[in-house]
């Protein structure tokens, strides 16, 4: 088991947080989290499936008819969608200093799972468009009592992305 947290807005918005289950990682399987509420994107808008590491949640979306933009440090995950319609690839260090490589894009679904760069937050809330949705799954405090991560820079304090989203998500 893990301690972690989620969070969904949707622009117009509702907001949602709740606790989460972790998928074996075994599997390419989209986080229950994510597929329980993927509906709330927009049909046919793009999705930023951001730290995408192998996908499996651009592919989701991809299967659900939404075009696809998968971001991370590393593609190689995602290399096999290179090239297929309606999938952007863009290669990006988030936490190297730098500005956010989408500034000013918006997108019907931002989905962030198993990822935490708090100066990233505004950016990601900032990315959403009117009427879409942001998807946030990550770990919380006491996920160091079942293991990794354990060190609090990566970990969700209590009510951290509700704070994020407050007055700009609903």
Same mark, same amino acid.
């Given at each position: 088991?893990? @301690?972690?947290?989620?969070? /969904?807005?949707?622009?117009?918005?509702?907001?949602?947080?709740?606790?989460?289950?972790? %998928?074996? %990682?075994?599997?390419?399987? *989209?986080? *229950?989290?994510?597929?329980?509420?993927?509906?709330?994107?927009?049909?046919?808008?793009?999705?930023? =499936? /951001?730290?995408?590491?192998?996908?499996?949640?651009?592919?989701?979306?991809?299967? /659900?008819?939404?075009?696809?933009?998968?971001? =991370?440090? =590393?593609?190689?995950?995602?290399? =096999?969608?290179?090239?297929?319609?309606?999938?952007? !690839?863009?290669?990006?260090?988030?936490?190297?200093?730098? @500005?956010?490589?989408?500034?000013?894009?918006?997108?019907?679904?931002?989905?962030?799972?198993?990822?935490?760069?708090? *100066?990233?937050?505004?950016?990601?809330?900032?990315?959403?468009?009117?009427?879409?949705?942001?998807?946030?799954?990550?770990?919380?405090?006491?996920?160091?009592?079942?293991?990794? *991560?354990?060190?609090?820079?990566?970990? /969700?304090?209590?009510?951290? !992305?509700?704070?994020?989203?407050?007055?700009?998500?609903?």
């Amino acid at each position: 088991s893990s @301690a972690r947290a989620g969070i /969904l807005a949707g622009g117009g918005m509702q907001c949602q947080a709740g606790p989460m289950t972790l %998928p074996d %990682p075994r599997h390419d399987a *989209p986080s *229950p989290w994510i597929r329980r509420f993927a509906w709330l994107v927009p049909a046919g808008g793009t999705v930023l =499936d /951001l730290a995408c590491g192998a996908g499996r949640h651009a592919r989701h979306f991809l299967g /659900l008819g939404h075009p696809v933009l998968a971001l =991370d440090r =590393d593609l190689a995950g995602v290399a =096999d969608l290179e090239g297929q319609p309606g999938v952007a !690839l863009l290669r990006a260090d988030l936490e190297d200093g730098g @500005a956010f490589p989408l500034a000013g894009r918006r997108f019907a679904g931002v989905v962030v799972t198993n990822y935490l760069w708090r *100066p990233l937050l505004p950016a990601l809330v900032a990315a959403g468009a009117p009427g879409g949705c942001l998807l946030y799954e990550t770990f919380a405090l006491g996920n160091e009592r079942f293991g990794l *991560p354990a060190n609090p820079d990566h970990l /969700l304090r209590p009510h951290e !992305l509700l704070d994020a989203v407050a007055g700009q998500l609903r």
